[in-house]
């Protein structure tokens, strides 16, 4: 694997390439272990990814090389949140408008391939639509997203609620994962003392293993499942 970095002896960006990861300081270069590496990495557990998953990979080989003494043929993950993993069909419409925000010269032959059943007339607008937006796929955009989708956004969130949000107050990020990460990460200020968040059970693992790894508690409540699993304060009083 090949590392790059900054020696603070002397200023210059070093390269290494080998199965050790090093790390550079100014008594010289240590390799990154269990026992140097940041023990919260090791405490932090993420069942979803974790000796389940594993498990069923080790299998999934297994069956793959025509190993036949399981009572099954073909295994179905339900670790994550993916439905298409077991036959939703998905959304084709976002597909095609990324596909040609991707690949802009397809606009060229647009009505050839409307006839032809691969893009629909809708999806050729929109991205005709962001491309006069300045919608750059693959080029560095604005930390918090295209400002003509933030726009979007308080759209649809005026249509929902009947108040519209303030579009520089919209932060997209790539996933709802990296929204938690980002601002767990700002609300665990250890240095005003130990910091407890808040979190419904069950929870997703996300929230436990940021909390071990920003060294900030999780503070679980439970949801009423006779209530479509609501939030009651009782219960978060009780946390």
């Not at 036949?68 to 976002?94: H, M, R, W």
Request: charged share 20%; aromatic share 8%.
């Amino acid at each position: 694997m090949a590392v790059s970095m900054l020696s603070r002896q002397g200023g210059r960006c070093v390269s290494f390439a080998s199965r050790n990861c090093f790390l550079a300081n100014s008594r010289g270069l240590k390799s990154l272990t269990l026992q140097t590496m940041n023990q919260k990495v090791l405490a932090a557990e993420y069942a979803v990814r974790g000796r389940l998953p594993t498990r069923a990979a080790a299998i999934q080989k297994e069956l793959a090389s025509g190993e036949t003494k399981y009572p099954f043929s073909e295994l179905v993950y339900c670790n994550i949140g993916n439905p298409q993993a077991v036959g939703q069909q998905p959304l084709t419409f976002n597909r095609e408008v990324l596909a040609l925000l991707t690949a802009p010269q397809l606009l060229e032959k647009a009505d050839e391939l409307v006839k032809q059943g691969l893009f629909s007339a809708e999806s050729m607008a929109r991205a005709r639509e962001y491309i006069s937006k300045s919608a750059k796929v693959g080029a560095y955009t604005d930390s918090v997203g295209f400002s003509f989708i933030r726009d979007e956004v308080c759209d649809f969130i005026e249509k929902r609620d009947g108040n519209r949000p303030d579009p520089s107050q919209v932060f997209l990020t790539n996933g709802a994962s990296e929204g938690v990460r980002l601002l767990m990460s700002a609300m665990a200020a250890t240095h005003m003392g130990k910091i407890g968040i808040m979190a419904p059970i069950p929870q997703y693992p996300l929230y436990s293993a940021l909390s071990t790894l920003m060294d900030a508690e999780l503070v679980g409540y439970y949801l009423d499942e006779d209530k479509g699993w609501a939030v009651s304060v009782p219960a978060l009083q009780k946390a």
